[in-house]
């Protein structure tokens, strides 16, 4: 089994990169399904990647992101330069994909070598969205694409964390959009490197743009969570492994109109001085947290076969029946379960 | 240190269970830090917890979740029993939070000692969102609240885990919302045990009701991930531990008008007798799927630490080092890092 993974890998790898696109998309598809190819490829595959730009980018339902992206392709390719775009839809792999509209449209770059598009669900993932998203990447990037863009819904975390795990992270927001999206994207801002404000043909762009630069000058150290119980307290620092960590530069912001192309060049070139500037140090905070997100969850896959594997799985789920039942407290049966894989 | 964390643990405990409101919300805020003291008390107060019923109840934005929770307060009290509710918000814990309208409305509530009304931001919990919330819902079930909901957007990844780890699961939809709505409440569907259409007074509730019978009656089997890339290929089958798995039953289609109470009570009996067949077998399975996620949660925290305490910190950092420059591969990284606590 192990070595007709890595027989398969190492062709599947090879005609990747190489240009064959099939062969690109079924090491995407290993890589969605955590398989055993899709791991003897990327031990294959990422001492050769690192070369290209990972750029996020994120904003709430109807800011245009799809719109953005068919525009930034065409921009990428004017050029001379080549793109493949991870599109993280937030649909099911389940009841199945919705939010076609825009994506359709980019197929019309379907014959074109030098544009890659690949749609991923937000669900499903075991050990977590960003790290598939990442090792997607690292594929991508070793298959010589000169720029890769991880397009997600940004209203939810693992969403953000993604869009945030890249080099260069841009927030879209549309004028005038509702109040609950208003508190989204104050959570989104915090990931930002640049701000863009789409859909700028629009009444109100000038001033949302003007509003937000506001909002950025402004950023409160550090605000308390809105405890509303009687008696609330405000609640503590966040985990300190939150990869959506503040980013120290105060971002730009941008106004673009996705659907003439207006503005659409000014982005591309400040994601390219973004990038040349983070080079220099500041990006690798983020390829850092990268490969610290992607680790963890080989780590925790590991641990999770070994605590279901053939010696384990009674104990573990006994473990688990008597926590679901009450007659044992989680902290205890965390401590035996450690003990049992130290064991093994 | 860990003796002093037991002292505070057992005297917040013991107040918290007693009726002391102020304590239960510095355990609560205990449990959002992973504080010591939170570890202390759940060993305490979660062998006797397990009596209340845990209801998620998630939507997309704009379906009025918010104040469907604030008229089944109502209701509830109205029988007699308490309730508490955990409002997980998407707003940051470093911008500070949004969304104050309505749960400001709840505060009218706060003279109520049968009620208790508790924030929590769904980013920043190391560990996870799910995690966090179950150890929250075990406190407040020890401290004797009857019902215990638990609100959250649906939009998430995360967040839609937390309302599918509840024992009953209500999707909450409203008439005619957009179609990227559309695409999220497809992937809420799978995990409700009730759906409810909620601003039943606006046209089209009745059609919409219709519409969602209709797909949870025609619910395919398996339909494949949209992958839109040339020669894009179907993604394999979702993770074999995501808690968001289908449920058994078709969930029943309510129709309710919070802002007026219009269908409350039957909303009310209709999760009581969600809860009642439940207990025959089915909530079992939510109930392991909490257990499982609160102690991996509780097992890859203690993993984590291990690998940055003082003797493997240093072999940590540059084993991540190598992966972010690509020199070293995440697989072989995380094998040596499991090499590593193996022997630690």
């Known amino acids: 089994m192990k070595a007709d993974a890595a027989t398969r890998a190492a062709e599947l790898s ?93 197929q019309a770059y379907a014959g ?4 890659f598009i690949r749609s991923m669900a937000s669900r499903g993932h075991a050990g977590g969205l960003a790290p598939t998203s990442t090792a997607a990447a690292a594929v991508l990037d070793a298959a010589g694409f000169d720029l890769i863009l991880v397009e997600t819904v940004g209203t939810g975390q693992s969403e953000v964390e993604v869009a945030a795990m890249a080099d260069t992270t841009v927030v879209l927001e549309a004028p005038e959009m509702g109040d609950e999206v208003q508190a989204i994207k104050a959570g989104l801002l915090e990931v930002a490197d640049l701000v863009v404000v789409n859909k700028g043909d629009k009444p109100g762009a000038q001033r949302t743009a003007a509003q937000l630069r506001a909002m950025l000058v402004a950023s409160p ?14 609640a503590g620092t966040p985990g300190g492994d939150d990869p959506a960590r503040p980013r120290p530069k105060r971002p730009d912001v941008l106004i673009t109109t996705a659907a003439t192309g207006e503005g659409v060049p000014e982005l591309l070139a400040a994601l390219d001085r973004h990038r040349s500037v ?67």
């Open 112 to 115: 074109d070598d030098g544009v």
């Open 278 to 344: 983070g080079r220099a140090g500041e990006s690798s905070g983020a390829r850092l947290a990268r490969a610290e997100a992607h680790v963890w969850a080989i780590v925790t896959d590991r641990m999770r076969a070994r605590l279901h594997d053939a010696s384990h799985a009674a104990a573990t789920a006994s473990l688990l029946t008597e926590v679901a039942e009450h007659r044992l407290d989680p902290y205890s049966a965390a401590d035996r379960l450690l003990d049992e894989v130290g064991e093994g």
């Open 221 to 234: 150290p550090r605000a308390v969570d809105p405890a509303v119980g009687p008696g609330g307290v405000p």
């Open 14 to 106: 090879g005609s990747a990169v190489a240009g064959d696109r099939l062969a690109l998309a079924r090491l995407l598809t290993a890589v969605e399904n955590h398989s055993d190819v899709a791991e003897a490829a990327l031990r294959r595959l990422y001492p050769t990647a690192g070369r290209a730009h990972l750029v996020g980018i994120t904003g709430p339902p109807g800011s245009g992101k799809s719109t953005l992206v068919a525009a930034l392709i065409a921009e990428v390719r004017k050029a001379g330069r080549t793109v493949a775009v991870i599109a993280v839809d937030p649909s099911s792999p389940i009841t199945g994909g919705a939010l076609l509209g825009d994506r359709v449209r980019m």
